[in-house]
T-cell receptor
Framework: GQSIDQPTEMTATEGAIVQINCTYQ??????LFWYQQHAGEAPTFLSY??LDGLEEKGRFSSFLSRSKGYSYLLLKELQMKDSASYLC??????????WGAGTKLIIKP | TAGITQAPTSQILAAGRSMTLRCTQD?????MYWYRQDLGLGLRLIHY???????GKGEVPDGYSVSRANTDDFPLTLASAVPSQTSVYFC?????????????FGSGTRLTVV
């Protein structure tokens, strides 16, 4: 079967750095996405990785290792507004997105 | 502002009743999707459409139907609602079936079946 695993909840301090991990087992691989979802809102696109390595976009970076079935989202200089759920999703061989359950990130002052 | 419009925002529905959730996009995206999101579970695909005139079943299609008469509209119908269909429903779209730029999501419909 196909699975995406990520921690249920994480807590971090304002101004700090946090890394949210995602491991996956899917039938085929055509890319990995990270989305941010604030409570009661729709998911919004953060990043897309299709090749191994680190993609940096401002305070957010995303890393992918296809051989290990592993990705992480790195958030730097945390702000209170970063409190949200972070969703990992993998595009399988049929180009359908398989979603993880999300990691709820709590930022404390 | 370009994007996806979903209606209604929320609804309480009696079990056994039918309902159509509306979804309209103005980005001329080819692919559209319906997801449900339940606490503790990832987004689950109900139905999808790769292009106008075609539809396909996702992971959890039972009890739901869709149509795609044109590029912009992708309504989701519950023929006879049951309490297990209580959920938040998101409509999404992408410019192609290879979503290199991700999906754009609507703001969601919160449905409670009682």
């Amino acid at each position: 079967g196909q699975s995406i695993d990520q921690p249920t909840e994480m807590t971090a301090t304002e101004g700090a750095i946090v890394q949210i991990n995602c491991t996956y087992q899917t039938s085929g691989f055509n890319g990995l996405f990270w989305y941010q979802q604030h409570a009661g809102e729709a998911p919004t696109f953060l990043s897309y990785n299709v090749l191994d390595g680190l993609e940096e976009k401002g305070r957010f970076s995303s890393f992918l290792s296809r051989s290990k079935g592993y990705s992480y989202l790195l958030l730097k200089e945390l702000q209170m507004k970063d409190s949200a759920s972070y969703l990992c999703a993998v595009t399988d061989s049929n180009y359908q997105l398989i979603w993880g359950a999300g990691t709820k990130l709590i930022i404390k002052p | 502002t370009a994007g996806i419009t979903q209606a209604p925002t929320s609804q309480i529905l009696a079990a056994g009743r039918s309902m159509t959730l509306r979804c309209t996009q103005d980005m001329r995206h080819n692919a559209m999707y319906w997801y449900r999101q339940d606490l503790g579970l990832g987004l689950r695909l109900i139905h999808y459409s790769n292009t106008a005139g075609t539809t396909g079943k996702g992971e959890v299609p039972d009890g739901y139907s869709v149509s795609r008469a044109n590029t912009d509209d992708f309504p989701l119908t519950l023929a006879s609602a049951v309490p297990s269909q209580t959920s938040v429903y998101f409509c999404a779209s992408s410019d192609s079936i290879v979503p290199n730029y991700g999906y754009t999501f609507g703001s969601g419909t919160r449905l409670t079946v009682v």
